[in-house]
């Protein structure tokens, strides 16, 4: 019984992600899961689509650049689809990985189908944290050298002013000493 429920769980889990990604509704990751998408693309997906949803195939082709009638029929034998709609002329989209489950029973095609997709799903995600983590750090660096060199301002201001207080008290001492002193007294003979 229980091999049974984890069976339809791995199923479940396996129709899931080979389930058809809508281009106009999928987050980067989901793009991303797609064979042949990589995080260049599916920044320019997300790109375009900010402008507007994509209508149908041929908008989606003339808006992202690098994509092509050959790509968008793997995209969408992948599983990819605009507004529901799959590319014409491309094969259906998998439902499940026919060609391991023909060596091994259904019941254990599915388990093993289900690391793979979930393995799948950790590239995009770690190449987007990745990408994160290099942002923030390439904007720690701009904030600490935009620090540095207000702080190198800031001392520079201060240098100037401590120099031009100088050169103010500098005429005054001169003037000091170049006036004649009286003289304390004279020594007596």
């Given at each position: 019984m229980l091999k049974k429920i984890l069976a339809i769980v791995a199923m479940l889990y396996a129709s899931i992600a080979f389930a058809a990604v809508d281009v106009n509704k999928a987050t980067a990751a989901e793009l991303d899961g797609i064979k042949g998408i990589g995080p260049g693309i599916s920044t320019k997906i997300i790109d375009e689509r900010k402008r507007g949803n994509f209508k149908d195939w041929n908008d989606f082709i003339e808006r992202v650049k690098g994509v092509g009638d050959g790509n968008a029929a793997k995209f969408s034998s992948e599983g990819m689809t605009v507004n529901g709609a799959g590319f014409k002329g491309a094969p259906a989209a998998p439902a499940a990985p026919a060609a391991k489950a023909d060596a091994k029973p259904a019941a254990a095609a599915a388990p093993a189908a289900a690391p793979a997709a979930k393995e799948e799903m950790k590239d995009p995600k770690a190449e987007a944290k990745m990408k994160s983590d290099e942002a923030k750090k390439a904007k720690a660096e701009e904030k600490a050298k935009k620090a540095e060199e207000a702080k190198a301002k800031k001392d520079a201001a201060k240098q100037a002013k401590e120099d031009a207080k100088k050169?103010?008290?500098?005429?005054?001492?001169?003037?000091?000493?170049?006036?004649?002193?009286?003289?304390?007294?004279?020594?007596?003979?």
């Open positions: 050169a103010k008290a500098e005429p005054k001492k001169e003037a000091a000493a170049a006036a004649p002193q009286a003289p304390a007294s004279t020594p007596k003979k």
